[in-house]
């Protein structure tokens, strides 16, 4: 970055140009090599410092409402989000309502989603009076942080995203819309508005979290001038899951649009019948292996979840079983893992009132923290005239 030397100019410029190249790079090399490495250490370190003290923390995390969450969210972040919200994290979760039309045409049935992911958050045991759940849209000062972030990168550094370019593959052919090239910074405001300085994620998030930190720290090389000792934000960080990534019943990655989900409100019955169509192989002695069998090894994986057993011993314990005993084994292990929460969730479902009130009651808290946030921004940027 570069100051002008001008004494007329009263904010630094920032050549956006000349940190491109070099942040631009990071951004791309955030989910591999060295800079993974780092992320992996720095992420045990973390865990410890949580342990110690949790009130140093506070985590945002966020979930689009596309679709019913499955056992993947579940096993894969759900209950990690709970985990350190009983462990006395601090915890935003922002439902990315307007993230939906980034990559499809209209929102589809998106209050039934609201809610049925609300009743989905408590059952599973996000609690309200820890965890702040607020949607995207009803808080104008977040998104208004859009604006000036906007200004802080260019278009190169958002067209090689990583992400943004798998998510537009993902769509089959669409053209990028500007919503989905700009995304990455549409979620460094949900991050910073809240100020949050832990975001639990998957490998495969962490260059948007590196924007975000790119973001934190060129407003503050532009605008922290007023108070250099008090920055405005400060840089997230990830905290790797080492969540296993579950597969569907097909073997493929689980996705609702493949029908191949277990999700977590499904019945019993309906569950059973997913994991009696789910794919193993050609091989009857049930072993773990999750490189050479991928498929059989899913479902051994999901037991192992559902139950709290080891992987080894449950394929050990089914051996010539087959894969009619896996699954038997599985399906058992799910719902009875399932059964407390779904039969909290048909609850929550009943009382769609009280859904409404925890939701309105988080939007309440996100707008309060926002306008607060954005009130430093626009002071700092000069922006406050009165
Ligand atoms: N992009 C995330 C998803 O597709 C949702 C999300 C929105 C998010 N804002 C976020 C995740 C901020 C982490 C941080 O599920």
Known sequence: MTSSASPDTVLPA?????????????????????SLQRTVERSAELEKQISRDPSQFRVLTGD????????????????????????GVENFLIIADY???????????LRERVLSGMANYLAVGMDPEKSTIFTHSAVPALNQLM????????????????????????TGGRP????????????????????????P????????????RVIARRFDERYGRVNPSAP????????????????????????????????????????????????????????????????????VQLTALASGRDPHEIAESIGNGGGGALKKVATEAVNEHFAPIRARRAELE?????????????????????????????SAMQMIYT
């Open 14 to 34: 920032v050549d956006t140009n000349a940190v491109d190249d070099n942040d631009g790079d990071a951004l791309a090399a955030a989910a591999s090599g060295a």
């Open 64 to 87: 689009r409402p596309t679709g019913n969450l499955h056992i993947g969210h579940y096993f894969g972040t759900l209950a990690n989000r709970v985990a350190l919200q009983n462990r």
């Open 99 to 109: 993230q939906v039309i980034a990559d499809r045409d209209g929102v589809g049935p």
């Open 147 to 170: 604006l000036p972030f906007l200004s802080l990168v260019t278009d190169s550094e958002l067209r090689r995203n990583p992400t943004v370019k798998a998510e537009l593959e993902d």
């Open 176 to 199: 990028m819309s500007g919503l989905l090239l700009t995304y990455p910074v549409s979620q460094a405001a949900d991050i910073l508005f809240c100020k949050a300085n832990l975001v």
């Open 201 to 212: 994620v998957g490998k495969d998030q962490l260059p948007h979290l590196e924007q975000a």
């Open 232 to 299: 405005v934000f400060r840089a997230p960080e990830a905290l790797l899951t080492g969540a296993a990534l579950l597969l569907g019943t097909d073997g493929k990655k689980m996705s609702k649009s493949k029908g191949n989900t277990i999700e977590i409100g499904m019945d019993a019955d309906t569950t059973a019948k997913r994991l009696k169509g789910a794919v193993t192989d050609a091989d009857r002695f049930i072993t773990y292996d999750p490189v050479n069998r991928p498929e059989v090894s899913n479902l």
């Open 350 to 378: 009943a009382d769609p009132g009280y859904l409404q009130s925890v939701l309105a009651q988080g939007n309440e808290r996100a707008n309060a923290i926002a306008e607060e946030t954005l009130n430093e921004v626009r």
